[in-house]
């Protein structure tokens, strides 16, 4: 698997301000500290790299990154290539931000975690906030959204330009990408003519954990392939990565029943059935509503995440400590 799929880089054991640093990505936090990478410089002395990445922290991303046209292509396939899309494109622009709180992860109820999810509701502004800018401050042209897809198959993969982009690598989870600090992550692509410096990838692979190659060698097998061994497979040789297997088809009917898929065949065995009463109460259920309501919003994304829950990585992004009460707070 020497590829950039599965074998590149991100360390776990990394603080944001390394990556930061290394990569010239824009973070959120409550310094609002920058490392402008090189490139498109203005008077100022500040970069358009730099300019845009500061919107979409701005706007409500919480990492933001860039990728080179070029490089996407030496992977992607014809036919899902950025300039496929947009004609003459240069340069990707990755945002992601994170799922959800992390309360979330700590309901009883499933459905919580899913119903929480903010970053897939907002991003397509924070996008467009972005196209906005390059286009009227620098002329490019530049889009926000991907046309329809084609089945399960993207116009363009959204883990390659974020791995390109710097923002994480993938794991035996599904091939999610994970960031070494963040964990799991909801990204968006904004594609651009403008020619901008492209971030460089992770050095290390976040996936692995080290207590999953440990976990591996005592038990042959890791918290997201044990939860889910139908959907996952793979193997850990070295420390890393050698193969791994994800089954779309069973997991697509397991976690992503409220897309317009399920909403579709919702509505096919409702109509098909002769019984009035059953075609009355399929349509008009629970399941038909929340697809339509997540179909409405935008915020068609998978309702399951267990593969993840007890990710090493994950589960240090989710952690919180309770902080010491200001004045006037009660302790």
């Known amino acids: 698997m020497g590829s950039v799929f599965y074998l590149t880089a991100g360390c776990a054991s990394y603080k944001i301000r390394t990556i930061v640093e290394r990569t010239g990505l824009s973070?959120?936090?409550?310094?609002?500290?920058?490392?402008?990478?090189?490139?498109?410089?203005?008077?100022?002395?500040?970069?358009?790299?730099?300019?845009?990445?500061?919107?979409?922290?701005?706007?409500?991303?919480?990492?933001?990154?860039?990728?080179?046209?070029?490089?996407?292509?030496?992977?992607?396939?014809?036919?899902?290539?950025?300039?496929?899309?947009?004609?003459?494109?240069?340069?990707?622009?990755?945002?992601?931000?994170?799922h959800t709180p992390r309360g979330a992860w700590r309901s009883p109820d499933y459905r919580t975690h899913y119903k929480n999810r903010d970053f897939p509701r907002i991003r397509m502004a924070v996008a467009m906030a972005i196209t906005s800018f390059i286009e009227s401050e620098y002329g490019y042209y530049t889009l926000a959204e991907l046309p329809p897809w084609d089945g399960h198959n993207p116009p363009l993969s959204l883990k390659l330009c974020a791995e390109l982009a710097g923002l994480g690598t993938r794991s035996l989870a599904g091939a999610l990408i994970l960031h070494p600090e963040l964990g799991m992550l909801n990204y968006h692509q904004v594609i651009t003519t403008m020619p901008l410096a492209a971030d460089s990838p992770l050095a290390e692979p976040v996936c692995p954990h080290p207590s999953c190659v440990k976990l591996w060698e005592r038990q042959g097998t890791t918290p997201c392939l044990e939860v889910c061994p139908e959907c996952?497979?793979?193997?850990?040789e070295g420390g890393r990565i050698k193969w791994m297997r994800y089954d779309r088809r069973i997991c697509s009917t397991r976690a992503q029943t409220e897309g317009m898929g399920g909403l579709l065949k919702t509505l096919l065995e409702g109509i098909d059935d002769p019984d009035p009463a059953v075609r009355r109460n399929v349509v008009l259920g629970s399941l038909t509503r929340a697809a339509i309501t997540a179909v409405s919003l935008g915020a068609v994304v998978g309702q399951c995440g267990e593969c993840i829950r007890n990710c090493p990585v994950c589960r240090g992004a989710r952690s919180l400590k309770v902080k010491s009460p200001g004045p006037g707070m009660v302790g």
């Not at 409550?30 to 845009?52: D, H």
């Not at 996952?232 to 850990?236: A, Q």
């Open 27 to 98: 973070l959120k936090d409550k310094n609002r500290r920058t490392f402008p990478a090189e490139g498109n410089r203005k008077e100022s002395g500040v970069t358009a790299e730099q300019k845009i990445k500061e919107l979409a922290i701005q706007r409500g991303a919480d990492l933001a990154g860039i990728a080179s046209v070029d490089d996407i292509n030496k992977y992607a396939p014809p036919g899902h290539r950025p300039d496929d899309v947009l004609i003459g494109a240069k340069s990707v622009i990755v945002i992601a931000g994170i």
């Open 232 to 236: 996952l497979s793979g193997e850990i």
